[in-house]
């Protein structure tokens, strides 16, 4: 995928990363040059439709914020249809986070 971490950017991401959390959904986001986006997801949270209509849903709103350059790993806490529901508001929150900083 053109938007995917790599192994090592992910880890870097995971190590080194600001955390923000609403609702359902942990931000983990650090600037870049390029923005890129990954995931982590167990299988308990969902079957493998539910996880990849998620992460479809993510990528599209996070397709929306390419003007922040930042490198984002997307972790639900809890069943990714409930966390789907918020997907857009809680992108909407990350961004103006990711203003104010």
Do not use: H
Not at 32 to 52: D, Y
Not at 84 to 98: D, R, T
């Amino acid at each position: 995928m053109r938007n995917s971490l790599k192994s090592s950017q992910f880890k870097s991401v995971l190590n080194n990363s600001k955390v923000y959390s609403f609702n359902n959904i942990k931000f983990k986001y650090q600037k870049s040059l390029s923005g890129s986006i990954g995931f982590a997801i167990n299988k308990k949270l969902g079957s493998a439709v539910e996880r990849n209509s998620f992460k479809r849903r993510c990528r599209s709103e996070f397709n929306k914020m390419k003007d922040f350059s930042i490198n984002l790993i997307v972790l639900p806490k809890t069943n990714v249809n409930k966390a789907g529901m918020g997907v857009v508001s809680a992108f909407e929150k990350l961004k103006n986070k990711i203003y104010n900083d």
